[in-house]
């Protein structure tokens, strides 16, 4: 058995020790940790520290241990059209499959690996790789503040949302210019 470079205090590292490999043991986890360091996209994501409720189960299979359950924590972005701040609550499904150490190796030896498989260290194992793996997908592709946001002003920028009969006036193309000119000038006057 290699020696495990998890820290069975880290709240992702969960401990398989007392299933004893009986396959149908389980145990359930339910515990609040603090959120890791970039958790989500560009785009929105768990902000690091805050809430994430781990419910779970971990149960002993033949080739390692099960765990099953959810995530639930709240995340923040911001709307792809008016950048409103988008805050979602988010309950992602894990369902992933630990391999014993040995069942790994010897998966290696005989040359079918499977990469993706994820390992235990001894009797502990590492949450936080399959927590990104479940919760990223869950999370919206693009962010919106409303399902039918209509975005920004094309001419001053104001958030449509907020000022629903927002209109300009529409200038003839030939005054544009002066209106740009006449724009210049008022900020002269105000400085
Ligand atoms: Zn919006
Ligand atoms: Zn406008």
Do not use: N
């Amino acid at each position: 058995m290699r020696p495990s470079h998890l820290d069975p205090r880290s709240p992702f590292v969960l401990e398989t020790h007392e299933l004893g490999r009986r396959p149908g043991s389980m145990r359930t986890v339910q515990r609040t940790v603090a959120a890791p360091d970039e958790l989500g996209t560009g785009m929105i994501g768990i902000p690091s520290g805050s809430d994430l409720e781990l419910d779970l189960r971990l149960e002993a299979v033949m080739e390692g241990v099960l765990v099953t359950g959810s995530i639930r924590g709240e995340a923040v972005g911001e709307c792809v059209r008016c950048l409103e701040r988008v805050v979602e609550i988010v309950d992602a499904p894990v369902q992933e499959l630990y391999v014993y150490p040995e069942r790994a190796e010897a998966a290696v030896a005989s040359g079918d690996e499977d990469e993706d498989v994820r390992e235990l260290e001894g009797d502990l194992l590492d949450l936080e790789p399959a927590l990104r793996d479940a919760v990223v997908p869950v999370l919206p592709f693009r962010p919106l503040c409303q399902e039918d946001c209509p975005g920004l002003c094309s001419e001053c920028g104001t958030r449509l949302a907020d000022d629903p009969d927002h209109a300009h006036e529409t200038i003839d193309p030939r005054w544009a210019a002066l209106g740009g000119l006449r724009g210049t000038d008022d900020e002269k006057r105000e400085s």
